[in-house]
């Protein structure tokens, strides 16, 4: 049955957040927060901070993508019509 870590809030800025784990990654949490002596609570922040980050990151990335995309199309159909005009309408 997976076990609930809970925070305290730490002051007046902070929230709680609960959260249910697997047994077995609650002990690989705990034995990583004691080998690099550091408290659950910061483990978790930064964690979720770096994990948040990343989420982040890909969605721009993402974007990014899409939108170079988009803007190569229409690069590519400027550049076509730019060709007809060319060819249609200017004397040599």
């Not at 930064?46 to 993402?62: D, G, I, M």
């Not at 400027?78 to 309408?89: A, F, G, L, N, S």
């Amino acid at each position: 049955m997976p076990s609930t870590v809970r925070t305290r809030p730490a002051d007046s800025g902070r929230k709680q957040i609960s959260v249910s784990l697997p047994a077995e990654l609650e002990r690989n949490i705990i034995r990583f927060t004691k080998s690099h002596r550091t408290t659950v609570s910061r483990f978790a922040r930064e964690a979720l901070e770096k994990y948040l980050k990343e989420q982040l990151k890909t969605a721009r990335h993402t974007e990014l993508a899409e939108t170079a995309k988009s803007l190569t199309e229409i690069n590519e159909q400027v550049r076509k019509d730019w060709e007809i005009t060319e060819t249609e309408r200017w004397p040599e």
